[in-house]
């Protein structure tokens, strides 16, 4: 598709990212495969959009999805919140928080879903939820329940999304007491640097 664009600028983010969790996807623009995050940009120019030179090549779409690299690389418009257009030296940065609250709200929409399927515990949930919604982490206690009555349900967060905390002595103790059920389960929900920290504690108090 790169051939086809003669006005990036008039190219938008528009806000929506896709995680497929794995680096299955190919970029739209440069056609690079192994994207695991997709962003979606729009056209925005007032100009129709180039033909193709044959019937045998495909229209331009007004739609993209495409990767980080290329927003910046070929000044795709970006703008935050209040519409400013950010500088291209801003966008790896936003980009980076856009995929964070994309994993946050995630999380929640799952631990509604767990609120309403599991009445029993629906008000540790909401406390629970509350503390995940202000604090965007959780203490490991609070974490290894969630997994749990979320496996209960046949329900499941992507690794990294659930943020834990593991910054203090008490939220290792509590990390070193799980049962070996447990620590799997919590270790199988943590981003890889937060397992390297858990997998140091364990050699050191083996």
Partial sequence: MENYVLHYADWVFTGRVVDNKEPIATCDLCEKHGLRYEFEIAYMGSEPLPQPASEDEPSMPRIMWVGSVCIRKFGVTVQDENGRKLQRGEIPAFLRAVVRRKKHEAVLDTLRELYRRDKPNQEKIAEIGKT???????????????????????????????????????????????????????????????????????????
């Fill in 132 to 206: 995940f919604k202000s604090e965007k982490t959780l203490p490991p206690h609070h974490a290894v329940f969630l997994l749990n009555r979320l496996a209960a349900y046949g329900l499941s967060l992507p690794p990294g999304y659930l943020k834990i905390t593991l910054k203090k002595q008490v939220h290792k103790a509590m990390v070193l007491n799980l049962t070996p059920p447990a620590r799997r389960r919590l270790m199988a929900a943590l981003s890889v640097p937060q397992q390297r920290t858990i997998r140091g504690w364990l050699e050191v108090d083996a």
